[in-house]
């Protein structure tokens, strides 16, 4: 059965949750599920997960990249899509796969066959699962991080602030600069700390400026970094995923912050 | 100029200190951002403009052997010379035996950063040349003994106070109380001093925007006009241009040139564009009796055919670095090399080897800003990574980046392992994170806790809690494992 009529029907979703989420955040992963239910699939979480690769592939080192990526293809063609709530991640396995694997032709069909059915979570839900509401409801006031992986290379712009607009109580309050880098770059955060540092503080100085007392973005990354950084200089406001926020999960603390 | 790029992350540090460096920054990111925006999104055919100029260029690269040999013959045939350069020194050399058969004195030049890579200015004085350069930007730096610290705003990290400084300090023969707090009021006393230089000035120097094949011609692009005085005034105008430098036709270079303004500082056009082809003729008002060009290689015909030939597009437009967000933090000295930013760090590997070079390819996030406006569009991180690939081949990657990555890969390819570490480590990590929920430091994560906090684990790994909410999900049903 192809992908698409399998689709109609309830498909078969392989979460990746991403290192970081696994680790660091679960109730993201929590969400994600959550949000891939209500809009009908039927989620699967394989056990063979990791990571995806990305900071071997960003340091140089293609051999162990290259291993990791068949080990997650492995995993997860069996599905009918893979998704990712990171444009990062979700970009590593979608744009970046396939390239890994030039001159050996049989792995090359299959990553690129792979890379197809991959998709980054919020982009997925709207412009493949055609979710206009998530039916969640939240007071707060939030602005919008956009990560670089998923705007640049996969187009997750709009997406986001659709399903936002539609949540119950939410005002955006789109901060300058949104498109730009936060600073995290993977490794290049603490390779670079001092430039890393230069670019987050200006990135924290825009969300301070925004007047939200919510802060949102799609990876976990940049997150993490920007919480970080807020902790760091006693700011108030609350650092969440995107999906919790959408899947009305907001049981677990933030990330950073007390709100209000 | 001597190469620091090896110094690049001490340099970084440095800037960063710069309170003036910083608020001179701030102009980039502020001026060239939206005024690129402005004037791309007033044409709604850019995007298949940039698409339109890349396939010229890979038109070119793909046979850029008959381009340059129809070029040489068409200079040849309007009275020029071309000359052929493989490395800088050749490069250097004959520009000199042109000034010197010239019995040349001053030369005046026009921004060229192909001269900055041929470090032609040393190599003139050192033989008693005098160069001058005459792009006011350049004017300013080359009185301040430094070197550009962008592609075409060399010296946009001073601030007016410091050029006012800098001409009280050298134009010496003017009246010390004039006023120069005005930016027109600079330039006009720049335009007084280089007046007189270009009427002394025994040969112009230019660099090129493009050499055009079908016509033998030169192209540069300006904005203050010095380029045309620079090549018509002297008695020998000597163009020096890289071999990538060539397009095809006259319609191929109207093409190219509707990109690049644009991408650079927002116009439509330059305010001049002067296309020179050979000496003056016998019809000419004026212009150079003699013309000539140096046709340099200086590596780049050994980036063809290698994944770093895309990068032989670039046609130095300055967009990569005004949108790049480690450049708007360090600026252009930085790099330590003549060219800096994103195409700097493709760039500067591909002229001057790995070794030397290596950080510079690992200063980017990776944002990919610098791609999304690249005219030409070159994949820039794409080509950034090619170099580290190589580092990493070369075992030139720092030790504690490689045994660090080497660690995680070791778990990451082994799930098993991985799971069982993680659902140790990742509670007991939770529960040092105490009631605040953050680590103010941390052992190993010195690289992030000097400058953030690092968000507590919540504790259980989002798999280990899943697999516990599935296995109770599945018991009250009493289903077997196959099911």
């Given at each position: 059965m192809s992908a698409l009529s399998n689709a109609a029907a309830q498909p078969r979703v392989g979460l990746f949750a991403t290192?970081?989420?696994?680790l660091f955040r679960p109730s993201v992963g929590f969400a994600s599920v959550k949000l891939l239910q209500q809009a009908g699939c039927e989620v699967h979480v394989p056990v063979a997960q990791t990571c995806c690769g990305q900071p071997a592939y960003n340091t140089g080192d293609r051999a162990d990249t290259r291993e990791i990526a068949e080990q997650v293809i492995e995993a997860f063609e069996e599905f009918d899509f893979v998704v990712a709530p990171s444009g990062s991640c979700a970009s590593m396995l979608k744009k970046h796969y396939p390239g890994l694997f030039k001159g050996d032709t049989k792995w090359e069909e299959r990553a690129t066959r792979f890379s197809q059915k991959c998709h980054e979570l919020i982009s997925f839900l709207t412009d493949v699962m055609m979710v206009r509401d998530t039916g969640a409801r939240l007071d707060a006031a939030i602005t919008y991080h956009d990560s670089c992986s998923g705007l640049r290379e996969l187009g997750v712009q709009a997406q986001p602030r659709k399903l936002l607009s539609g949540v119950e109580g939410v005002e955006i309050r789109e901060m300058a600069d949104s498109d730009v880098c936060c600073g995290f770059g993977g490794t290049f955060c603490v390779k670079y700390s001092d430039i890393s540092n230069a670019i987050v503080t200006k990135k924290v100085g825009n969300i301070d400026t925004s007047g939200a007392d919510m802060l949102l973005a799609g990876d976990l990354g940049c997150l993490m970094n920007m919480a970080g950084k807020l902790k760091r200089q006693g700011s108030n406001v609350e650092v969440r995923h995107v999906a919790e926020v959408l899947a009305g999960v907001t049981d677990q603390p933030p990330i950073a912050g007390s709100g209000k | 100029m001597e190469l620091a790029a090896?110094?690049?992350?001490?340099?970084?540090?440095?800037?960063?200190?710069?309170?003036?460096?910083?608020k001179a920054l701030g102009n980039v990111e502020k001026g060239f951002i939206g005024k690129r925006k402005k004037a791309a999104d007033a044409l709604p055919e850019f995007e298949a403009l940039r698409d339109n100029a890349r396939d010229i260029?890979?038109?070119?690269?793909?046979?850029?052997?008959?381009?340059?040999e129809?070029?040489?013959?068409?200079?040849?045939?309007s009275g020029g010379h071309v000359h052929w350069a493989e490395t800088a020194e050749d490069a250097r050399?004959?520009?000199?035996?042109?000034?010197?058969?010239?019995?040349?004195?001053?030369?005046?030049?026009?921004?060229?950063?192909?001269?900055?890579?041929?470090?032609?200015?040393?190599?003139?004085?050192?033989?008693?040349i005098e160069p001058v350069e005459t792009d006011l930007g350049e004017y300013i730096i080359q009185l301040?003994?430094?070197?550009?610290?962008?592609?075409?705003?060399?010296?946009?990290?001073?601030?007016?106070?410091?050029?006012?400084?800098?001409?009280?300090?050298?134009?010496?023969?003017?009246k010390a109380d004039r006023d120069l707090s005005e930016p027109v009021s600079l330039l006009s006393e720049a335009r007084e001093v280089l007046r007189k230089r270009y009427f002394a000035a025994d040969v112009g120097i230019t660099g090129a925007n493009?050499?055009?094949?079908?016509?033998?011609?030169?192209?540069?692009v300006t904005n203050e006009g010095n380029g045309d005085l620079t090549q018509t005034l002297g008695k020998v105008h000597v163009v020096v241009a890289s071999i990538e430098k060539i397009v095809p036709t006259l319609e191929d270079t109207a093409q190219i040139l509707r990109v690049l303004a644009r991408s650079a500082t927002g116009q439509d056009m330059s305010v001049y564009t002067t296309f020179s082809t050979g000496p003056k003729r016998e019809e000419d008002p004026d212009g150079p009796g003699e013309y000539h060009v140096v046709l340099l290689d200086n590596g780049r015909s050994s980036m063809l055919g290698t994944e770093y030939q895309d990068m032989l597009r670039c046609i130095r437009c300055g967009a990569c670095m005004n949108h790049c967000p480690v450049y708007h933090a360090v600026g252009g000295h930085a790099y330590g090399s003549v060219y800096p930013g994103p195409m700097g760090a493709v760039l500067t590997p591909s002229l001057n080897g790995i070794d030397e070079t290596g950080q510079l390819p690992n200063a980017s996030t990776f944002c990919g800003r610098c791609e999304s406006v690249c005219p030409m569009r070159i994949p820039l991180p794409k080509m950034m990574r090619h170099w580290r690939e190589r580092e990493f081949e070369r075992n030139l990657t720092p030790s504690?980046?490689?045994?660090?990555?080497?660690?995680?890969?070791?778990?990451?390819?082994?799930?098993?392992?991985?799971?069982?570490?993680?659902?140790?480590?990742?509670p007991l990590l939770s529960m040092f994170g105490g009631t605040s929920r953050r680590f103010k430091s941390l052992p190993l994560a010195g690289g992030w806790t000097r400058y953030r906090d690092l968000p507590a684990p919540e504790g259980r790994t989002f798999l280990q809690a899943w697999a516990q909410r599935e296995a109770l999900k599945q018991e009250p049903l009493n289903q077997g494992a196959g099911q």
């Open positions: 290192c970081l989420v696994d | 090896k110094h690049f992350k001490a340099s970084a540090t440095k800037a960063l200190a710069d309170a003036q460096l910083q260029k890979n038109h070119v690269l793909a046979h850029l052997d008959l381009y340059l129809e070029y040489e013959a068409k200079v040849t045939a050399r004959i520009v000199l035996e042109i000034c010197q058969n010239a019995n040349a004195k001053t030369v005046t030049k026009g921004k060229s950063m192909i001269t900055e890579e041929i470090a032609l200015n040393d190599h003139l004085s050192a033989n008693g301040r003994g430094e070197h550009p610290s962008h592609i075409i705003a060399p010296a946009v990290h001073l601030n007016k106070e410091q050029v006012e400084d800098d001409f009280r300090r050298v134009h010496t023969h003017l493009f050499l055009i094949a079908e016509t033998g011609t030169s192209v540069i504690t980046a490689r045994y660090g990555l080497k660690f995680w890969a070791f778990f990451a390819k082994r799930p098993k392992l991985y799971r069982l570490a993680a659902s140790f480590g990742m």
